[in-house]
């Protein structure tokens, strides 16, 4: 077992401003939907940076984000790839 008590100062963080983003957030009302279009979208986590930026510029702009899935393979035009 580690003492490390005695080695550093550990401080309760001053969470308040985090607080108040997250009560922010909970009370947007209007939503911003942004399709996102990928070959993997059953592996969501493969998109994780993108859902992240995403998701902090819905922030900043004070919206809801809803990202509707595209599989891209459902747009590909199966009759020019016939040809």
Known sequence: ELHLED???I???DMRSWSEMA????G???????ALIGKYTGLQDAYLSVIKS???ASIA???KLELVWVEAAMLEDKEAGAR
Request: aromatic content about 8%; hydrophobic content about 30%; charged content about 45%.
């Open 7 to 9: 080695r550093m100062e």
């Open 11 to 13: 401080e309760n963080p």
């Open 23 to 26: 009560f922010r957030v909970d």
């Open 28 to 34: 947007f009302t209007e939503s911003v939907k942004i």
């Open 54 to 56: 995403l998701k902090h």
């Open 61 to 63: 702009c004070e919206k």
